[in-house]
């Protein structure tokens, strides 16, 4: 009791900041201002909109953000619709028409807003998209900018030369090198014979890219089918219809199907790559992928984060010198891609290897995580999407909608809670089947390990 009273009293005193020192009064707090905000769990689906032109529109409600905005606008074009021999031509027509204003503007109006609201667009395998955060008094000059520039396209001839020029100026960038190299030597991996996708940017490429060329992408790709708006902040449906309304009225012809090729399964290879001034090892294992208008999503990424989980514990355990596991499975375009990463030091380098690829035997022929397991990360997994923003949420549902040809019929807090541990074997065994798995090693590596006893070498040279 008298531990009860001593509370109390001690709750009621003034604050005191050191010995002999009291904290002025306007300087005391009531110790239920510090009680940490309610967070409300974000289990509903995005509102969607189809406006009657065919371009959909996804947005949340986000009273909260107090006079902030997020937009986003995705597009159903990547590096994948770039033709041989063009290299960065994505990149340069969005870039271009983003920064050049639209043809409904007059071209003083059109490039003003253009500096007010111009970032650099992010441009993918299949998809590009353009973001941005702005004061909600913004909100409706940005829509009428985008609206603009992606339904009226034109590239001004001084910031098509000021992009081009700023390229030009960074190819190569020296610390890039080794990083680039990686990367196309993965994407050969993965791809096989989609040759868009093992394309890079060149000097020549770069040089070669026409204002005519760029208008005639815009053109097909930007087409009322092929985009997703995304919106979040204090809206309603009658704020969202008004700044959309542009591209409601927006008639065009669709764009026409994208014809890719899913790579065909190759006999297991080792890739080996050299590079210089790299002091550990990468080891990136590569199986099959998932194409678009896949129901497994949820599935394959409580899958992924198991196997990242699981297998850094196992080549942990056996070598010790196992650092920075990461696992993904992308969607297309083609079949897309499923990989496993993580580096170790060059004396253990192909010990590594060989280990890895024993334990992903083993879990193919016996699946080893029951619904316990399944449940935990997929718990994990939910806890983190409760975390994120309103927009950010919309924009994955509504990059899903783009790729995948359907909206969510159920939030991904739902799609996560009804995945099955029999769900993640049968996708185990579809991604890493062993003897089409492709090993890629690049770094400092051991050339004269035995890697032929885990599966035909490739040597790419430097």
């Keep these: 009791m008298k531990y009860a009273l001593a509370l109390l009293f001690v709750g009621c005193a003034p604050l005191v900041a050191g010995p ?5 009064s306007s300087m005391h707090y009531d110790p239920a201002t510090f009680a940490r905000p309610i967070t409300l769990e974000r289990t509903e689906l995005p509102r969607r909109l189809r406006l009657a032109s065919g371009v959909e529109v996804m947005w949340s409600p986000e009273p909260a953000m107090k006079g902030l905005a997020d ?5 159903k074009c990547g590096r994948v619709d ?4 063009r290299a960065g031509l994505m990149q340069f027509t969005f870039s271009n028409v983003l920064a050049s204003g639209g043809g409904a503007m007059d071209q003083v109006h059109g490039l003003r807003a253009a500096r007010r609201f111009v970032s650099s667009p992010a441009i993918d395998d299949g ?3 353009y973001e941005n955060t ?3 008094s913004e909100l409706p000059d940005l829509l009428a900018h985008l609206t603009s520039a992606i339904v009226t396209p034109r590239i001004d001839s001084e910031v098509f030369e000021r992009l081009r020029q700023a390229v030009l100026d960074g190819l190569p960038l020296p610390e890039s090198k080794n990083a680039l190299r990686a990367s196309l030597i993965h994407r050969s991996a993965a791809n096989g014979n989609i040759a868009a996708l093992n394309q890079t940017l060149t000097e020549a490429s770069v040089s070669a890219l026409t204002a005519e060329q760029m208008l005639t992408h815009a053109r097909r790709c930007f087409t009322p089918n092929n985009l997703v708006l995304v919106l ?7 704020k969202v219809r008004k700044l959309a309304d542009g591209f409601a009225t927006w008639t065009g012809p669709p764009a026409p199907p994208r014809a890719v090729e899913h790579t065909p399964g190759r006999p297991r290879q080792v890739w080996l790559a050299p590079i210089a001034d790299e002091p550990r090892v990468t080891v990136t294992i590569i199986g099959k992928g998932m ?6 999503r949820a599935g394959a990424d409580i899958l992924m984060a198991v196997v990242r989980q699981q297998l850094f514990s196992e080549l942990r355990e056996l070598l010790g010198a196992i650092y920075s596991v990461s696992a993904d499975a992308e969607v297309g375009p083609g079949s897309g891609a499923t990989w496993v990463r993580f580096t170790t030091r060059r004396e253990v380098a192909h010990s590594a290897v060989l280990a890895a690829s024993r334990i992903l035997q083993r879990w193919f022929e016996r699946w080893p995580m029951g619904q316990r397991s399944t449940d935990e990360v997929a718990n994990s997994l939910r806890k983190f999407d409760r975390r994120r923003t309103g927009y950010q949420r919309t924009f994955d549902a509504a990059r899903r909608l783009l790729v995948d040809g359907r909206p969510d019929e159920k939030s991904w807090d739902a799609q996560l809670a009804n995945v099955h541990w029999l769900d993640l074997s049968a996708l185990f065994t579809a991604f890493f089947r062993p003897d089409l798995m ?8 051991d050339m004269s390990a035995p890697w032929s006893e885990i599966g035909t070498p490739r040597i790419i040279p430097e």
Excluded: A
């Design 20 to 24: 002999g020192r009291v904290l002025p």
């Design 71 to 75: 937009v986003g606008l995705i597009v």
């Design 82 to 85: 770039e033709p041989l021999g």
């Design 127 to 129: 998809e590009s998209w």
């Design 134 to 136: 702005v004061l909600e």
């Design 232 to 238: 979040s902040g204090d809206l309603d449906e009658p």
């Design 291 to 296: 194409p678009p208008g896949t129901l497994d």
């Design 438 to 445: 492709q090993l890629v090693v690049t770094g400092d590596v």
